[in-house]
């Protein structure tokens, strides 16, 4: 594992992965949320492990439902989705098709075993450690899923470029589905950089990143692990992941949470249809992004 330092805008980054590691079966949620505090990230080996099993057939079994409806595709400006939502890209040269899955559409509407994942009690004490007694899901889920022998790149971003929050924005929670090493897109993170405010992104191959001249994946902090793995990370920490070259597919999947007052005010993936939410920033309201409770109690606020 690297401990090289790494160039951060605010200097040399020294941050290894022993400074931000821990471990489910000795966790302490306050220390842990501690260094997300500082840090702005952090791993939490062998979380997920008891939900692998189901999760990982109900993810194949979506990405096979995905690929027969392919023939049903239509052009989006993100690429190209079917039906069940799956978004697709387009493949690299040599590919079996022209169009490689990039999110698959398995939520906590369609697998209950990624609902109850969403619930898991170390997991939401190191949130309410982080956010407070009162927090909600943000989102149905997520599942990034990288084709084998080439699935897409992540560029380096921050997810605040695609969803902007009023105060302090999601904790999210990646977890590794299959071992994740450099060679099949392992999550790289740059520590610190939560306290950057959100950054100017650009148009990438995949949507809303930041500009690789000055945010090489040199400057990132790769965070290799087993399957079972869970990364919690601020929503404005820099993160982003390399292709899948391995023979296998390599699926994460990603919960967010955040204090139940907490909303959208700018959301987009390109950086004209941001632009565009920009200026809509000020008639966001909570009320009609309230998300289901995982810990604590939702009080009546007037707007
Ligand atoms: O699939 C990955 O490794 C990266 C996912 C990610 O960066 C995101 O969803 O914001």
Redesign the pocket.
């Given at each position: 594992m690297s401990t090289a330092p790494i160039e951060s805008s605010a200097g040399v980054n020294s941050v290894g992965i022993e400074d931000i590691e821990f471990f489910a079966d000795d966790l302490d949620a306050e220390r842990a949320a501690a260094a997300y505090r500082e840090h702005g990230c952090l791993v939490v080996r062998g979380l997920t492990t008891a939900y692998l099993q189901d999760l990982k057939r109900d993810i194949e079994a979506t990405a096979a439902q995905a690929i027969a409806l392919l023939d049903r595709a239509k052009a989006v400006p993100e690429g190209w989705t079917t039906p069940d939502g799956t978004l697709f890209l387009p493949a690299p040269a040599g590919f079996k098709r022209d169009k490689q899955i990039m999110t698959l559409p398995i939520s906590y509407r369609t697998s209950a075993t990624f609902f109850r994942a969403a619930f898991d009690k170390k997991t939401v004490d190191i949130v309410e450690a982080i956010l407070g007694p009162n927090i909600e899901l943000f989102g149905d889920g997520?599942c990034?899923y990288?084709e084998p022998v080439g699935g897409h790149p992540?560029h380096l971003?921050q997810?605040s470029s695609y969803f902007e929050h009023r105060f302090q924005g999601p904790v999210a929670t990646?977890n590794y589905v299959v071992d994740t090493d450099l060679r099949n897109?392992a999550?790289h993170v740059v520590p610190g950089s939560h306290r950057m405010g959100t950054l100017a992104h650009v148009d990438t191959f995949s949507h809303l990143g930041l500009d690789e001249n000055e945010w090489p994946w040199e400057r990132a902090l790769p965070i290799t692990g087993q399957a079972g793995d869970s990364i919690f990370f601020h929503y404005r920490t820099i993160?982003?992941?390399q292709e899948n070259h391995s023979d296998k597919a390599r699926p994460?999947f990603?919960n967010r949470y955040r204090r139940v007052d907490d909303y959208v005010i700018i959301s987009g993936t390109t950086v004209e249809n941001r632009a565009e939410a920009e200026k809509r920033a000020a008639q966001a309201r909570k009320n009609e992004q309230r998300g289901l409770m995982v810990r604590g109690f939702r009080a009546y606020e007037d707007e």
């Open positions: 997520q990034l990288k992540k971003h997810d990646l897109g999550l993160h982003g992941s994460v990603i």
